[in-house]
Each structure stands twice: as C-alpha cells, then as structure tokens.
C-alpha cells in the first residue's frame, strides 16, 4: 500500500505539495550527504582531527569508568594484573641489570611500570590497555648501551634525547592522524608479534635458569638443577590453575576462583617452598637482587633526585635522533596492537576506543621516561589482552556475556608496583627465587602459546585425520594456501625473533613494519572467502571507526 493510501484518500492537494516538497528536500539532503562522504573518501582529516574525535567519544564515559569498577570480577582483576605487570618486568630489569653496567635496576622498571599505569589508568581513553616495560624496549636499552659504549657518551645523557626525539615524533603523528593507519593492521601481523613475545618470554626463562649454573664465578650444579625442578614445578601447578577451568572439577565458583588467584598463589607457594627445610636447606637459590627504596640503581646518578639528564655534545644529541625515530616506530606497532589485542571482538567491548589521543599521551610518558632515566613503558602483550580477560564475566556454558570496562584495575596495579617500591615490600621482592621468575615466564609463554593462531593452525594440520573436526573454518581454506600463510607467519616471527638476538636488534621495528606491508599484498594472493578465515579484522568496526579517515574528516567538516 502506498503512503496516500495509508493516509486516505482525504488527503488535500496542499499535503501533497508539501510531500513533494520534503521529498525533495530529502533527495536534496541524500546528495549534500553523499557529497560529503565523497569528499571524505578522498580528503585527509585536519590536524587534531583524530584526538578530537577520540576525546568526543570518551570523555562522556568518564564517569561511568569509575562506576563501573564496582564489580566482583575488579578484585582478581587488579591482584592478576599485577603479578602479570610486576614479575617480568623485575626479571626484564635483572636482564637490563646485566647488559648495561648495573644502569637499570629494579627501582627503574617500577617507577616506569607506576607511571605508565597510573597515568594510563587516569587519563588514556582506553584504560584497558596495560602500560609498562616490554621486552622489546629491553632489547632496544640494552642495545643502545651497547652501540653508544665505544662513543665514550653519558647513557643516560643519551637516552633524554632518544626520548625527547621520541616523543616529539609521537605528538607529531597523533597531531596530523598518522595513527589511522593502524586500521590496515589485520591478525596477521598480531599473531606473529605475539608468538615472539611468548616464544621470548620461554628464551628469558631459559635464560634465568642457565644463569643459576653458575654463581660467583664457579659452577653450582646443586642450585642449577634445584632451580630447574623449582621452576618446572611451578609451570605444572600454574598452567594446571589456568586450565581448571575448562575441567569438571570442583564447581564452577571455585574453578574460577583457583584460575583468578594462581598466579599469586605460585608465586607466594613456590617462593616458601625453598624454606621447607631438608637438603633445600643445602641449596643456595639465587635471589632477584635489589637495592634501596625510591632511588635510582646507578652509583653514577645523583641520588638525591630522579632527575637523569647529562649534558652531551651537539653531535650526540642529532646521533640519538634516528633511536628515537626507531623508538617511535617500534611503540606505534607495538602499543597500538596490544591495545587492539585488549579489544578484540570476542571480548564485546561496549565503550568508545582512542587511539590517536592514547598515542600522544604514550609520547608525553616517554619523554618523562628520558627526564627521569627509566625504561619508556608502552602497551606489554600479553598482560593487556590477559587484563581485559580477567575482567570477562561468563554464563555457566563459558561464553562471553559482558566486560568490566573501567579504569580502576589499571590504576590501582599501578599504585601497587610504586607501593613495591617501599622497602618492606622490596625486601619481599628481593626473597624471590630467580627461579620463581623463570617459571613464571614459562607459564605466561606456555599459556599464550596455546591460545596463538599461528601455533593452533600447525596443531591443526598434525592432527590425526579422523579426530579432526571438520566444522573448523580452517577447513575450507586449500591445503597448499593453509600452508602459504602459514610459511609466511613462520617467516616472520623467524625474522623478529633472529634480529632480536644480535647487535642489530635496534632495527626491530622494520621488521614489525615489514609484517604489517606484507598483510597488504594478501588479497593478491588470496580469495576473499580466505582471507576472512586466516586474516580477519582485529576488532569490531565501531572500535576502529576513529581510525577511518572517513570518520574523521566527516567529523571535522561537521
């Protein structure tokens, strides 16, 4: 029936015209509309066009990130987050401790990891995303270290200015929307990252052990093996703790209780076990090293103040210009997909994301990171997608129903590490066994290892044919095209994880940058229908609709 029909057949000549009229109007309205998307399309946002956009969105759930945080599922959430934060970021500082002279220490992982969760807690537009000292920037310092040695210049003289250059790259790209080309980013280039963080995470483990071998210069074999059986018994009770859940144990409440606590729990057990007497009694465990609270590790700062800065030559400082270019490079890839990790879409996120915002607020961190003489903290995988999981709520079949968003988790772990730094908890720190740390690291690499795609496509192809379930997607995708991207994953963690481990680790970034390239020749090279199952999008669109110069430039002309 038409609309003249619906209104009866009284209607007058004039409603007519005025039909006619508003028709028109709105024939009028579709083309000033699709002449805009048009100019959309092919024009790029003003500058400041993505912050603003991004603060437009956020800034009306502020207080509702707060109220939010009400919910049972916030207290495992924050004693989680902090172990996950805390204790590889203590055994990455035992790494820097080694490679740079005693310049980094325990007191400078803290304060970096405090700074970039509680300002990220306070005042980024996605709270979610956990902030503190990766195992790329570790390599990246230490490496610095070792290039800038022969040059006889100040480190950390030398590292103000790489985080000064840093960060003004960074205000730079926010200011003119550069960080909407992370909406090209897919899996792909996620999937390889983060199987080279576990796989890293596994080497630092190793690395840990091998080192209580040997103790002041002469081989201790009863404290190497003892730490290894330490550090094996733990990954057993701590990856069991994990995977309780998917088990018919106990009940679901319990289940659950035991997977949201076992991280501290192994920590806690497995550090007082060295004390339960007998021959352990024998053993010297080596002890994560500390020094005293609230000041800086190195005997060639001033103590007296947090304050780092060395002058250096002119020609130092323009030298320190291209790290801190690489420096940016490597937080635009690395920060930005660990904060679209913590929002993937099978985590049903409700609010507005922020990206361009984030990233400048990641730059004024890392310049106050140069000021004080710490480690630049940025978005750490796996702890950001693992602190949006802890804070999941799910029905009785496992599912998904909501997530917790708010801001308190990401403060509150904060304000925690900088309480570790008081010498009541630091001494307890310093009674954890190296050990502990290795197994640690192995639970959290092991953990990933079994939720990575990349790893699961592999576990799928070795499956015994008839216990295969041929429901999985993956099935639909041509064997030899499975294992042409398959070979490309393997590739570039292969080439991530080779540079990593030489003198050229300082040109990492590229290689992130060069995983993210080769994704944009995939539809070349794969159908569409493929593509949907090997290489999805990250996150759901209203997540990355303020990555789309579209939506900003729309916004901006408005």
Same mark, same amino acid.
């Given at each position: ?367 106050? /990171? !140069? ?6 903290? #940025?978005? =750490?995988?796996?702890? +950001? ?5 802890? %804070? @999941? ?44 740390? /290795? !197994? ?6 092991? #953990?990933? =290892?079994?939720?990575? +795609? ?5 576990? %799928? @192809? ?97």
């Amino acid at each position: 029936m038409t609309l003249r029909g619906r209104l009866g057949t009284s209607a007058s000549r004039e409603d007519s015209g005025l039909w006619n009229e508003d028709r028109t109007e709105l024939s009028q309205t579709k083309e000033d509309t699709d002449e805009t998307q048009s100019k959309s399309r092919t024009k790029f946002p003003k500058p400041f066009a993505g912050i603003a956009h991004d603060l437009r969105d956020r800034l009306p759930a502020y207080w509702s990130d707060w109220s939010d945080s009400w919910d049972y599922r916030v207290i495992p959430s924050v004693i989680e987050t902090y172990f996950n934060n805390l204790l590889p970021a203590i055994a990455f500082a035992q790494d820097m401790f080694d490679r740079t002279d005693h310049s980094y220490g325990v007191n400078e992982v803290l304060l970096a990891s405090t700074v970039g969760g509680v300002v990220f807690g306070l005042l980024a537009g996605q709270p979610l995303c956990i902030v503190g000292v990766t195992g790329p920037i570790t390599i990246f310092n230490y490496t610095i270290y070792e290039v800038i040695k022969p040059l006889h210049t100040n480190y950390f003289g030398f590292m103000f200015w790489v985080c000064i250059w840093s960060m003004i790259s960074h205000f730079l790209l926010a200011m003119f929307n550069a960080v909407c080309l992370l909406q090209y980013v897919t899996t792909f280039p996620c999937d390889v990252f983060g199987l080279f963080n576990n796989v890293v995470y596994m080497e630092k483990g190793i690395q840990i052990l091998i080192r209580q071998y040997k103790q002041k210069g002469e081989v201790d074999l009863s404290a190497g093996f003892a730490s290894t059986v330490v550090a094996l018994l733990m990954t057993i009770f701590g990856l069991s703790s994990k995977l309780i859940t998917k088990t018919p144990f106990f009940s679901r409440r319990i289940r659950t209780f035991i997977a949201d606590y076992s991280t501290a729990l192994s920590v806690v057990f497995w550090s007082g076990f060295i004390h339960f007497g007998g021959y352990l009694s024998d053993v010297n465990f080596q002890k994560l090293p500390i020094t005293k609270s609230f000041i800086p590790t190195s005997h060639s700062r001033d103590r007296t103040t947090w304050l780092a800065y060395e002058h250096i030559s002119t020609r130092d400082i323009f030298i320190a210009l291209p790290f801190g270019l690489v420096l940016t490079t490597l937080f635009y890839f690395d920060h930005n997909v660990s904060s679209l990790m913590a929002q993937r879409y099978q985590y049903r996120l409700k609010k507005a994301s922020t990206f361009h915002y984030d990233f400048a607020l990641l730059g004024a961190t890392t310049g106050v /990171s !140069g000021i004080l003489g710490i480690p630049a903290p #940025n978005g =750490l995988i796996p702890q +950001a997608p693992l602190h949006t999981e802890s %804070l @999941l709520v799910r029905d009785k079949n496992g599912e998904v129903v909501r997530c917790v968003e708010q801001r308190f988790t990401n403060t509150a772990q904060g304000l925690l590490i900088l309480a570790t730094m008081s010498r009541p908890l630091l001494v307890c720190l310093g009674q954890i066994p190296q050990a502990v740390l /290795s !197994g640690l690291f192995f639970v959290m690499g092991l #953990n990933n =290892l079994l939720h990575n +795609a990349i790893v699961g496509r592999i576990m %799928l @192809l070795i499956t015994e044919e008839d216990k295969r379930d041929l429901e999985n997607p993956l099935y639909k995708v041509p064997l030899l095209k499975l294992l042409a991207f398959l070979g490309l994953s393997l590739a570039g963690f292969a080439a991530e994880f080779a540079i990593s481990n030489t003198i050229a680790a300082i040109g990492f970034p590229l290689i992130l940058l060069l995983t993210v390239i080769v994704s944009l020749f995939f539809p070349k090279w794969f159908q569409p229908e493929e593509l949907g199952i090997l290489d999805e999008g990250v996150a759901e669109e209203f997540t990355l609709k303020n990555l789309q110069v579209s939506s900003l430039t729309a916004t901006s002309a408005t």
